[in-house]
């Protein structure tokens, strides 16, 4: 018997096809109406005028609703999209404040100083964390990170940072316009290997990454500029204070690798030793054939030593955890 195909118990049911969930897209739908809110709110009075610092001002002020806009959407939704808008929009928002106050103008020294309380949005990422939401912290977290790293270094160039602080000839004339920069560059590499050693063991996820991005970075700071900076001066008269600068650097990371349990720091602590033999020989501050037998008669003690100490000297052993079944 043929069977009629209406028949089927399933015919009037139509079938939805996979697609974005209604929150989702609704989600999507309100980023993009806080951008154009923005966006259009720039555009109102920007082509009938011509002086610059109202165009200004109508960015700060479409930067700050759109801000609020979002941070509303994020405390109702509760959504990570808008703690991403919410971040980007809060930083532009301080970007036409400071573009208000003719921040164009300023130097670029100035300008990177003026940006730096952009650090302070590492807060709102601390206390997300604190919630629990790890998600809604990076955004935050990485602005943060980026206006610190940035900025210190457009300072220690453009400024320099030692010049900014009076550091200069007119307090010593070791204190010329290369060492300035060097110096500065090295100065934040120092704090940026302070700022590794106190996020290292933190409690928030996003400060122990942060943690291991800025160990490369502290160590091409220190050992980068340190090292420019003797290769720069090596016709100077003080050159070995250049030179005693960097190979004290390469000491402490040394110390610090194993001690830390950082091996990072000692592999790049390595490097830096390796560039400073070559230093030495390169400014002729020692001579090639009795340097390279000391090294050579150095390296032959330490891995004596080494041998020894693993093969001869008792270490506590390991307590036996099984328990003996009878």
Avoid at 97 to 123: H, M, N, Q, S, T
Avoid at 234 to 248: F, R, W
Wanted: with cysteine.
């Amino acid at each position: 018997m043929s069977r009629n195909l209406t028949d089927r118990p399933f015919a009037g049911v139509q079938i939805q096809e996979p697609g974005i969930p209604k929150l989702e897209k609704a989600r999507v739908e309100l980023n993009e109406c806080v951008f154009a809110v923005h966006l259009q709110l720039i555009d109102v009075a920007s082509p009938s005028t011509e002086r610059p610092r109202l165009r200004f001002v109508i960015f700060l002020v479409s930067s700050g609703i759109a801000c609020g806009l979002s941070a509303f959407a994020w405390a109702r939704l509760k959504m990570t999209g808008f703690a991403w808008t919410t971040a980007i929009l809060t930083a532009l928002s301080y970007l036409g404040f400071l573009l208000c106050l003719d921040w164009l103008g300023r130097k670029p020294e100035v300008a990177a100083l003026w940006c730096l309380p952009l650090v302070i949005l590492a807060a709102p990422g601390l206390e997300a964390e604190r919630r629990g939401r790890i998600r809604w912290a990076l955004p935050f977290q990485l602005i943060a990170f980026a206006v610190l790293v940035v900025c210190l270094d457009v300072m220690a160039i453009q400024g320099p940072t030692f010049a900014m602080i009076g550091a200069d000839t007119t307090l010593s004339a070791f204190l010329e316009p290369e060492r300035q920069r060097n110096f500065s560059l090295a100065a934040n590499g120092y704090l940026f290997l302070v700022l590794m050693l106190v996020t290292e063991r933190a409690k928030s996820l996003d400060l122990r990454r942060a943690s291991k991005v800025l160990e490369p970075l502290s160590m091409i700071h220190i050992l980068g500029a340190l090292y420019v900076n003797a290769k720069t001066h090596q016709n100077d008269a003080k050159i070995l204070v250049d030179v005693s600068l960097y190979a004290g650097s390469v000491l402490l990371l040394l110390l610090l690798g194993p001690w830390r349990s950082r091996w990072r720091v000692f592999v790049g602590a390595l490097g830096g030793l390796a560039l400073g033999s070559y230093l030495l020989l390169d400014l002729n501050l020692v001579g090639k054939l009795g340097f390279t037998f000391c090294m050579g008669a150095f390296g032959l003690l330490a891995s004596t030593g080494t041998y020894v100490y693993l093969r001869f000297i008792p270490r506590a052993k390991e307590p036996n955890t099984r328990r003996h079944q009878p």
